[in-house]
């Protein structure tokens, strides 16, 4: 491993491809410096420079040293220049959908918080077609959604995949119905065209050639939910909405298989990267857990 300074030694020669002009910029006798650089040689076990050409050339093994080193300093300079790029987001304004800010921010802020002591967190609400101008406009910092963005002047972290599932009553007249096409001539309670799980449905109904008969449009995810339990009709879930419907006693749920939701934070900032990964780590743990 290599102090300080014999790595100014070794960058010195380098540089200057002779041991005298080495020894003029360091300060120091040029005897001095050869037996420095021999020692430092002899703890490698091996020349790091041939000293038979003028100028000096690093040796096959110098030259693998230096790689290292170049790359070292990069990583070096690259963690720094993250730290510091986060110590001057002392604030942070997180937006999110109306359903996460209500049912899965809450549970996630805490640990964010106490990995982030120093931060000023705030928490806005946006939907889906608006949040895309929030970020742009720099209303907020980063954003929590289930959709994947095509915006290329955004940036995006994938979390992970979030299930969909048809709830529908238990019923005699539905227990026999296993797949989506058995539902065809149940009224199907959904969000409005642009919200996020509508749009996930659409691709859903396409995937599957499924054309309800009978459709009616619902202000939220747990509107559909309380007529589905009503025996009204079926609706659609997110797995992460599952475990907050309260008692399911009365309901059943298929699994749609495919992906048709995938949690991400988008942001437009990429010095907001260490912070978002690790509040993507946070974000996926809790999620992964109220799946199970």
Do not use: H
Not at 104 to 113: N, R
Not at 199 to 204: F, H, M, N, R
Not at 249 to 259: A, P, R
């Amino acid at each position: 491993m290599l102090d300080d300074k014999s790595l100014k030694i070794l960058k010195t020669i380098n540089i200057y491809k002779n041991i005298s002009k080495a020894a003029d910029k360091l300060y120091t006798a040029q005897p001095n410096l050869s037996r420095l650089l021999k020692k430092i040689e002899k703890n490698f076990g091996y020349d790091i420079f041939n000293r038979s050409t003028s100028p000096m050339t690093l040796t096959k093994e110098g030259e693998i040293l230096f790689e290292y080193i170049n790359k070292f300093e990069k990583l070096e300079n690259d963690m720094y220049e993250k730290i510091n790029n986060l110590s001057n987001y002392n604030k942070i304004r997180i937006g999110a959908l109306t359903f996460m800010t209500q049912y899965i921010i809450p549970d996630i802020i805490p640990e964010f918080i106490r990995k982030f002591p120093s931060l000023d967190l705030t928490l806005k609400k946006y939907s889906s077609i608006s949040f895309e101008n929030a970020l742009l406009n720099n209303e907020i910092d980063l954003f929590i959604t289930n959709r994947e963005i095509k915006n290329k002047n955004l940036k995006s972290k994938y979390i992970l995949d979030d299930p969909i599932y048809l709830m529908y009553p238990k019923s005699e007249n539905v227990k026999n119905k296993t797949n989506l096409s058995d539902f065809k001539d149940e009224t199907f309670y959904l969000l409005k065209p642009w919200k996020n799980l509508r749009k996930s449905v659409e691709e859903i109904f396409k995937d599957n050639d499924l054309k309800p008969k009978n459709t009616e449009i619902v202000s939220s995810i747990m509107n559909g939910v309380s007529l589905t339990k009503a025996k009204k009709g079926v609706t659609f879930i997110y797995g992460t909405s599952k475990s907050m419907i309260g008692s399911t006693d009365v309901c059943d749920f298929i699994e749609i298989k495919e992906n048709y939701a995938r949690i991400t934070i988008v942001y437009k900032n990429p010095d907001l990267e260490n912070l978002i990964n690790e509040l993507g780590d946070i974000l996926k743990t809790y999620i992964i857990s109220i799946l199970k």
